[in-house]
């Protein structure tokens, strides 16, 4: 890290619009045809209700990740916790609001949005294994059924952006405490 330590960006309010934004855009690129079709293509035993199911409760998932947004600032505000939780949002949702990413919603629409939604839900998951749980929710099943849509590839590939983002926040948070620590 450079000697200048700049500290994390708090998000504006924009962010939030920014992520709804890029849900409609993404659900006017195919709607809930093409997110079908990506179904089809990733689980292809699946009957057409399956796909049908699978495909409402991805949107669901999806439309969510505001929600899920907003709530952990608010925890993470309540505890005190913004300068480690709010890095880490970050993360997340700069790779939300990327135009390229591992499954662009440029190109797939919905479909896209799998791997931006699995990655935040992930890091999430991450913050309720610290000795005390950040959110009361259970997040193994989005989590489960979004790796089963995107594959194990990209959820590996996810599984360590997220890592990537708590230890570059620590490393951050490590050299900011030694910097403003005085010896005993």
């Known amino acids: 890290m450079s000697e200048d330590l700049v500290p994390y960006p708090v998000p504006t309010g924009h962010v939030l619009t920014d992520i709804q934004a890029v849900i409609e855009s993404a659900k006017s690129r195919g709607g809930m045809e093409a997110l079908e079709r990506y ?5 292809p035993e699946a009957e057409e209700a399956e796909v049908k199911e699978a495909a409402e409760v991805a949107v669901e ?3 969510s990740i505001p929600i899920f947004l907003a709530r952990a600032r608010q925890e993470a505000d309540q505890r005190g ?5 709010g890095p880490l949002l970050d993360h997340a949702e700069q790779y939300f609001l990327q135009p390229v990413d591992i499954i ?10 799998l791997d931006d939604s699995y990655l935040l839900i992930r890091i999430l998951e ?3 294994k610290g000795p005390e749980r950040f959110l009361d929710w259970d997040l193994k099943h989005p989590l489960s059924f979004l790796r089963t849509l995107i594959g194990l590839e990209v959820s590996r590939k996810l599984d360590l952006i997220a890592i990537d983002a708590m ?11 030694t910097r403003v620590s005085h010896p005993a």
């Open 39 to 43: 179904i089809q293509k990733r689980l």
């Open 61 to 63: 998932i999806i439309e």
């Open 81 to 85: 916790l913004r300068a480690v939780v």
């Open 104 to 113: 662009p919603e440029m190109t797939q629409g919905l479909a896209g949005l």
């Open 126 to 128: 991450n913050l309720d």
């Open 167 to 177: 230890q570059q926040v620590s490393e951050y948070l490590n050299e900011l405490w």
